[in-house]
């Protein structure tokens, strides 16, 4: 199978809340989604969470990083599957990041890469 992500992921564990930016008819905006980030690259992340989100929907984030600085990012939802204990595993690709934030992830990469 061909790799369909532009960067390589990197194993993380992180812990952020996600805000609803747009419609969803479970959840009320701005209320806090708590989800346990399982990988990320420059392009977007992976997470679990108790939560059902619907496929294309966005979030604002908060993401504390490795190095404890808070990046806020807004994410769209583009992949979705439900596991066998009942939590949701998701892919998210990043729509909105500085870009001297996506940076950092490039840095960690290379560092991670040398060790």
């Given amino acids: 199978m061909q790799e369909r992500r532009g960067h390589k992921r990197l194993d993380i564990d992180v812990f952020l809340n996600l805000k609803s930016v747009g419609v969803n008819v479970d959840l009320e905006k701005n209320v806090d989604i708590p989800v346990d980030v399982t990988d990320i690259s420059r392009n977007g992340m992976g997470f679990i969470s108790t939560v059902s989100l619907d496929l294309h929907s966005y979030y604002?984030?908060?993401?504390?990083?490795?190095?404890?600085?808070?990046?806020?990012?807004?994410?769209?939802?583009?992949?979705?599957?439900k596991q066998m204990d009942g939590s949701y595993k998701y892919g998210a690709s990043f729509i909105g990041m500085m870009e001297s934030d996506a940076l950092k992830i490039d840095i960690y990469?290379?560092?991670?890469?040398l060790t």
């Fill in 60 to 81: 604002d984030a908060k993401l504390q990083i490795w190095t404890k600085e808070i990046i806020p990012v807004v994410i769209e939802i583009v992949r979705g599957e």
């Fill in 109 to 113: 990469d290379m560092v991670h890469e």
